[in-house]
């Protein structure tokens, strides 16, 4: 297929990579061309100039930039170079808002858009392990599965456009909750002057075993933060989640305490660790 892919960031780009080593003809733009030379240099892929170039005549379209704006400026960009029936796929975090406005231009166009944010981090991208919750067309969600499933193990259609995007803010919810009570987990045994590995043991095969335990734990207990998923993007999902909270009058008094506990953490200067540097702020004197 020929496929057009905006964002060849640290997300973007090994999910642009997996689609040329299926076989699909790709042309990557990226704000920084030198990121997009590098990508096509690595890859085999096409190098596009513009976002309007890497639109060209694509079937599919698929972006992975960073917010709101960065959406609206790149399908805008992208829908005129594309013919009728063309499918825009938006693997960035949003607000349902934005999901909602791109596919209604789209299908001013005679194009579809669909929201379809993913859960998996940079490893998931890396080793195309995935999780995708889209909303928008079922019809065209179907038509461009087979090639999400490039990089995905799972893409689970949630309802119409906005619906992505609500279901990603679940999984922050569910996120944030998780990787606090671990970080005072943490904190609890190693101020209680408890073996923290032998802790890990006893614990991770019982109720209180999660991913966040399995893959965080030992390194949150030894204070090392540089495992994906960093604190400022975080923080700008929990913004979406709060915003939508607001409207839809869900109640997320955990959530919200949880976000000023990462704006702590910026404060300390940990803007670029990874969400489980909750627990820093716990090991600070």
């Known amino acids: 297929m020929k496929i057009g892919f905006a964002g060849l960031g640290v997300m973007g780009a090994p999910m642009a990579r997996h689609l040329v080593q299926a076989g699909h003809d790709v042309a990557g733009f990226n704000r920084s061309p030198a990121k997009a030379r590098a990508w096509a240099g690595a890859t085999g892929g096409r ?7 890497a639109a060209a005549g694509a079937e599919l379209f698929i972006l992975c930039v960073g917010n709101d704006d960065d959406v609206r400026e790149v399908v805008q960009a992208a829908l005129p170079s594309m013919g009728e029936g063309a499918v825009l796929v938006d693997h960035t975090t949003t607000s349902a808002r934005v999901a909602r406005e791109m596919a209604d231009l789209a299908s001013e166009q005679g194009a579809f858009f669909i929201d379809a944010p993913v859960s998996g981090g940079q490893s998931g991208a890396e080793n195309g392990q995935l999780s995708v919750m889209a909303g928008g067309d079922a019809a065209a969600l179907a038509r ?4 999400l499933m490039c990089y995905a193990k799972a893409v689970k259609h949630m309802g119409p456009s906005g619906s992505g995007q609500l279901t990603k803010m679940v999984n922050q919810i569910a996120i944030a909750g998780v990787v606090q009570g671990l970080a005072e987990a943490v904190h609890f045994a190693q101020t209680a002057g408890l073996d923290t590995d032998a802790v890990y043991d006893a614990v991770s095969r019982g109720a209180a075993q999660s991913w966040q335990m399995d893959n965080r734990w030992k390194t949150a207990a030894a204070g090392q933060f540089d495992f994906g998923f960093a604190v400022d993007w975080m923080r700008k999902d929990l913004g979406l989640v709060l ?8 109640r997320l008094a955990l959530t919200a ?6 704006a702590e953490v910026q404060a300390m200067g940990g803007s670029r660790w990874d969400t489980s540097s909750l627990a820093a702020r716990l090991q600070k004197p």
């Open 47 to 53: 190098c596009a100039a513009t976002v309007a170039e």
């Open 144 to 147: 461009a599965e087979p090639v």
């Open 243 to 250: 915003d939508e909270a607001r409207d839809n009058g869900a």
């Open 257 to 262: 305490l949880v976000d000023q506990f990462y």
